[in-house]
C-alpha cells in the first residue's frame, strides 16, 4: 500500500515563496506528481517527478528524492491566483496494472496581499 | 477538444435511489478512472478501467458498479444510494505510462457533486 503526507494548510504572502513537503511510504514507486486543485474545480496536472532531482517549469518547480521517500513543491513569486489545493500524488509500481495513483490529503494554500 | 466530461454535475438523491454517473473523454486514453473526494481524506480511488470491457477494483469499491462498453466512456452506478456515498465524485482518463516515458498524467472532469438524504 502507499501512505502519503503533507502539511494541511500553509499561508503565505503575495510575491513570497511556499515550499510544500510531501513524503511517502509507498510498496512501489513509478514517479510522483502534484497537481493543483481550486476550490469547486478539478484538479490540474502541475508537475511529474520519476528521477531524483529538481524540475523547474516556470514559477513552479518539484524535487524528488527516493531514497528519503520526499518530494517538495515550490511556487515562486506567489500570485493571489495560487491559492489552491496542491495535492501530491504517487504513481504505482512499474508494471501494475492501470498505473495507479494514491493521493495525499492536499495542502491548501491561501497567499494573502 | 473538451477532454474529460462528467455528467451531472449536481444531483440530490433520496437513501435507496439508485443513479448513474456519466463520464466521457475524447482524447482517446486507455485508462479511466472514478474518484470520491471527501474533505481531509483527499481523492480516494473507487474503480478504474484498462481498457474496453476490462474494470477493476480500487480502494473503495463498495456500494459502486462500473461498465465501460465503449473506449470513450466510464460509468459508475450507486444501486443503492446510501448517506456515507455524499461526495464529490471525479472521472479522470489517462494514456499508459509507458506511452509516453512515464510522464503521463490522468485528466480530470470537473466532478459531479452527489448529496444524499
Known amino acids: 500500500g502507499q501512505n502519503i503526507d503533507q502539511p494541511t494548510e500553509m499561508t503565505a504572502t503575495e510575491g513570497a515563496i511556499v515550499q510544500i513537503n510531501c513524503t511517502y511510504q509507498?510498496?512501489?514507486?513509478?514517479?510522483l506528481f502534484w497537481y493543483q486543485q481550486h476550490a469547486g474545480e478539478a484538479p490540474t496536472f502541475l508537475s511529474y517527478?520519476?528521477?531524483?532531482g529538481l524540475e523547474e517549469k516556470g514559477r513552479f518547480s518539484s524535487f524528488l528524492s527516493r531514497s528519503k521517500g520526499y518530494s517538495y513543491l515550490l511556487l515562486k513569486e506567489l500570485q493571489m491566483k495560487d491559492s489552491a489545493s496542491y495535492l501530491c500524488?504517487?504513481?504505482?509500481?512499474?508494471?501494475?496494472?492501470?498505473?495507479?495513483?494514491?493521493f495525499g490529503g492536499g495542502t491548501r494554500v491561501l497567499v494573502k496581499p | 477538444n473538451a477532454g474529460v466530461t462528467q455528467t451531472p454535475k449536481f444531483r440530490v438523491l433520496k437513501t435507496g435511489q439508485s443513479m448513474t454517473l456519466l463520464c466521457a473523454q475524447d482524447?482517446?486514453?486507455?485508462?479511466m478512472y472514478w474518484y470520491r473526494q471527501d474533505p481531509g481524506m483527499g481523492l480516494r480511488l473507487i474503480h478504474y478501467?484498462?481498457?474496453?470491457?476490462?474494470?477493476a477494483k480500487g480502494e473503495v469499491p463498495d456500494g459502486y458498479n462500473v461498465s465501460r462498453l465503449k473506449k470513450q466512456n466510464f460509468l459508475l452506478g450507486l444501486e443503492s444510494a446510501a448517506p456515507s456515498q455524499t461526495s464529490v465524485y471525479f472521472c479522470?482518463?489517462?494514456?499508459?505510462?509507458?506511452?509516453?516515458?512515464?510522464?503521463?498524467?490522468?485528466?480530470f472532469g470537473d466532478g459531479t457533486r452527489l448529496s444524499i438524504l
Open positions: 479522470a482518463s489517462s494514456f499508459p505510462a509507458f506511452a509516453g516515458g512515464g510522464n503521463q498524467p490522468q485528466h
Open positions: 509507498t510498496s512501489g514507486f513509478n514517479g
Open positions: 517527478n520519476v528521477l531524483d
Open positions: 500524488a504517487v504513481r504505482d509500481r512499474n508494471g501494475a496494472a492501470g498505473n495507479k495513483l494514491t
Open positions: 482524447m482517446n486514453h486507455e485508462y
Open positions: 478501467s484498462v481498457g474496453e470491457g476490462t474494470t
